[in-house]
């Protein structure tokens, strides 16, 4: 076993595969969106700063509505994720862009000839909340969650 060896197991997958000659392409390419720039895929980065606003939109919301509850308690928690819930599924079924993804000039699109439903919002939505989906995702930062309804995130701006 040399050190080269272990660099490539550490590397993953898809660097070995790379080092093979096999070419995936940016993320995107396989839906026709642009490498970069406007319609290009939303990077991780901004999609990051997304939750994060709508996150903080949500806790803010949850001390103005209910201005009994202890931040941190169960309860304080549960009515968070539901604002947060409510809010990411209202907007985005209506505007194609929750809060967050507005301020940070990300949207959804559908990637399939059919277009995006309230049904298929809430899935990814009910998805999102879960956690986990959102973690996974493949070379296109498709989180399991927008596989799931066959949507990508791209950059509106």
């Known amino acids: 076993m040399e050190r080269r060896d272990i660099g490539s197991w550490l590397s993953g997958p898809k660097a070995a595969l790379e080092e093979q ?5 940016y993320p995107g390419q396989r839906f026709g969106l642009p490498k970069q720039g406007i319609g290009s895929v939303a990077r991780m980065g ?14 803010l919301v949850t001390h103005l509505a209910f201005p ?10 549960a ?11 209202l907007l985005t079924a209506t505007t194609g862009a929750s809060f967050g993804y507005k301020l940070s ?10 277009p995006i439903t309230f049904l298929k919002v ?3 939505t009910a998805l999102l909340c879960l956690v986990v989906p959102a973690l996974i995702w493949d070379r296109d930062g498709r989180g399991l969650h927008d596989k799931a ?3 990508i995130t791209m950059r509106a701006r």
């Open 79 to 89: 009515a968070t994720l539901g604002i947060f819930a409510a809010q990411v599924f």
């Open 149 to 151: 309804v066959g949507t």
């Open 21 to 25: 000659g096999m070419d995936f392409g």
């Open 105 to 114: 000039g990300i949207r959804l699109i559908s990637i399939s000839p059919a």
């Open 68 to 77: 009994d509850l202890v931040y941190g308690s169960e309860v304080f928690a």
């Open 122 to 124: 809430l899935v990814r």
């Open 46 to 59: 901004r999609r990051i700063i997304a939750l994060m606003i709508d996150w903080i939109a949500a806790i």
